[in-house]
Nanobody
Framework: QVRLVESGGGLVQPGGSLRLSCAASGSILSIDGMGWSRQAPGKQRELVAG???????NYADSVKGRFTISRDSAKNTLYLQMNSLKPEDTAVYYC???????????????WGQGTQVTVPS
């Protein structure tokens, strides 16, 4: 089995910073792309940032210049550094990854359980 566990969420004042972490564990042979998405109350889940295995990144327009996605491959951990936080960043943040498990022949998508980020207005 594979697990993705997010951490680092919390309550932060506007203009503040948080760093989210997502640790992947289990029978992992290889990890391809990873990313962060978020879902605010009453809204659809949206992609926040993505990181390919080759190191290419992409960001939602709403977070460009404020958020940075990175990865520690040795630790199978994904990060999201969030600066200059705004009330509209309030959401549950989810990480996802395409993972090849030992004994399998194709990658599959996995999601974490989410971590709440709250920026009061």
């Amino acid at each position: 089995q594979v697990r993705l566990v997010e951490s680092g969420g919390g309550l932060v004042q506007p203009g503040g910073s948080l760093r989210l972490s997502c640790a992947a564990s289990g029978s992992i042979l290889s990890i391809d792309g990873m990313g962060w998405s978020r879902q605010a109350p009453g809204k659809q889940r949206e992609l926040v940032a993505g990181l390919t295995s080759g190191g290419n990144t992409n960001y939602a327009d709403s977070v460009k210049g404020r958020f940075t996605i990175s990865r520690d491959s040795a630790k199978n951990t994904l990060y999201l550094q969030m600066n200059s936080l705004k009330p509209e960043d309030t959401a549950v943040y989810y990480c996802n990854a395409r993972i090849l498990m030992y004994g399998r022949t194709s990658y599959a998508a996995y999601w974490g359980q989410g971590t709440q980020v709250t920026v009061p207005s």
